[in-house]
């Protein structure tokens, strides 16, 4: 959920919908520039709710349900919750395990410029295409750090990766968001650390890291819809968890009403927070009395 990209080409993707009386008539995915009308028959029904819009298909296994978010009102639709068991690449649920992170290589010319960016996939690179309007520029500083910034109507997002082994394979170490106008997209400018420090930290948690804070007091920053995890998170110690997503969510009680399960994991170690099949909050080794509402605040 993400007001800016994820690393993966399926945040280029999204929709627009045609509304005539209240009622939508036509919807087309928009991804890469290319924009493609899907289907709606008689299986097809959707709830408009202000800035969202819910879309349920009748199937032999039952009802889909995915919910659409347009928290910048321009039209432009994301895909925030999904019911049918796989992200938008097609793959089944993809929670990060202990020690996850996720990595990326680049192929940088004699220019120093990046020209293929890959993300690591099981242990094999996959190419991910770079759009080629202007809206994603990499650059890398004389350290040998890459740089990604994501040109958004909202604003822009800087992401900044490290081979600190030099094994050729780049982890996030930070991001930023920098607002086209004041209070867009999402709420905190501050910079998020993937790496803690011995003082208060702000977390980024993203998809594909087994996210962990330092020594301080610190806030996991929650900004995107996906399987998410939060190794060390303590109730007692550490700030909030902070859901900044960018997407329209306006206080706890709009949060909770995403929630489909809370339960705790097969081995009885971790507290699991659903959203739908392809959304979830794993915070490892916390109790379910060591967790409250009162944990988390929600900006966007």
């Known amino acids: 959920m993400s007001a800016g990209h994820d690393d993966s080409s399926s ?41 969202q819009i819910t879309h349920t298909k009748q199937s032999s296994n039952g009802p889909e349900i995915t919910v659409y978010s347009d928290p910048e009102g321009d039209g432009s639709y994301k895909a925030i919750s999904d019911s049918n068991g796989t992200d938008d690449d097609g793959n089944n649920d993809d929670r990060p395990g ?30 991910k295409p770079i759009d080629d309007d202007g809206t994603e520029v990499y650059s890398v500083t004389d350290a040998g750090e890459v740089i990604r910034a994501d040109e958004e109507p909202s604003g822009t997002e800087i992401t900044r990766y490290s081979d600190a082994d030099g094994d050729g394979i780049y982890h996030r170490i930070s991001e930023e968001w920098s607002p086209s106008s004041p209070g867009a997209g999402f709420k905190i400018t501050d910079r998020l ?17 087994d996210c962990h804070g330092g020594q301080g007091a610190d806030d996991f920053v929650i900004r995107e819809a996906a399987h998410l995890r939060i190794g060390d998170f303590n109730s007692s110690e550490d700030k909030f968890i902070i859901f900044d997503t960018g997407l329209g969510l306006i206080s706890r009680e709009h949060l909770e009403s995403f929630v489909t399960n809370i339960h705790r994991s097969d081995d009885d170690q971790d507290f699991i927070v659903d959203f739908g099949s392809t959304a979830s909050v794993t915070l490892v080794g916390v109790a379910s009395d060591q967790i409250s509402w009162d944990d988390v605040s929600v900006l966007s």
């Open 11 to 51: 945040n280029n993707k999204h929709f627009t919908f045609t509304i005539e009386n209240g009622v939508v008539t036509a919807y087309f995915e928009v991804e890469n520039g290319i924009t493609q009308q899907e289907s709606i028959d008689s299986r097809d029904s959707f709830v408009i709710d202000g800035t």
């Open 98 to 127: 202990s020690g996850d992170r996720k990595g990326y290589q680049f192929t940088i010319n004699e220019n120093n410029e990046v020209v293929e960016v890959f993300e690591i996939k099981k242990g094999v690179p996959e190419l």
């Open 193 to 209: 650390d993937y790496s803690p420090s011995d003082g208060d930290d702000r977390i980024g948690v993203r998809g594909g890291e």
